[in-house]
């Protein structure tokens, strides 16, 4: 069974860890604008995105204090919730949709995604995950995502 992702906005770091909670034995997170993807992990997957949206190379993505820090533990690791990093919302608050669709194409090739999903559902998930940055930004908020193995 693949993992279950959800990206989200909260207004910093407490507010996103506080909006991760368990619920009627459901474990799930709370926030702002939420998108739920199997498979697309943000520490792992969203480097290759950051780097050609921004050019930071993926060692610096990786020295990136907000990059997949994590800002809350649930039931011993069965949910984790991390931080993205500001660069990347930035970056896809601002970028033109349409070239979305060409970065999806590339990132499905850069087999930096396994397994390698459709280019259509990589296409409407950065779209996705760029009107929650844009909205974030709109806001005064930070992007999260929470991990349920």
């Known amino acids: 069974m693949k993992a279950k992702f959800c990206y989200y906005a909260a207004m910093d770091d407490q ?6 909670a368990r619920a009627d034995a459901q474990v799930r997170g709370a926030g702002r604008g939420q ?3 199997d498979g697309i992990d943000p520490f792992v997957d969203l480097a290759w995105v950051e780097f050609v949206l921004t ?4 060692r610096f993505v990786k020295f990136d204090p907000r990059h997949g820090r994590v800002v809350a533990i649930v039931r011993n690791g069965e949910m984790v919730s991390v931080s993205i990093t500001d660069s990347l919302r930035d970056a896809l608050a601002s970028v033109d949709r349409e070239f979305l669709d060409d970065v999806a194409s590339n990132w499905r090739l850069s087999g930096s995604v396994s ?3 459709d280019v259509s559902r990589l296409a409407d998930f950065l779209k ?4 929650l940055a844009e909205q974030a930004i709109a806001d005064g908020y930070r992007l999260y995502c929470w991990k349920c193995a």
Do not use: E, F, N
């Open 35 to 37: 998108i739920l993807v």
């Open 55 to 58: 050019g930071r190379s993926s």
């Open 128 to 131: 996705c995950l760029a009107a």
């Open 15 to 20: 507010a996103a860890g506080q909006s991760t």
């Open 115 to 117: 397994p390698s999903p």
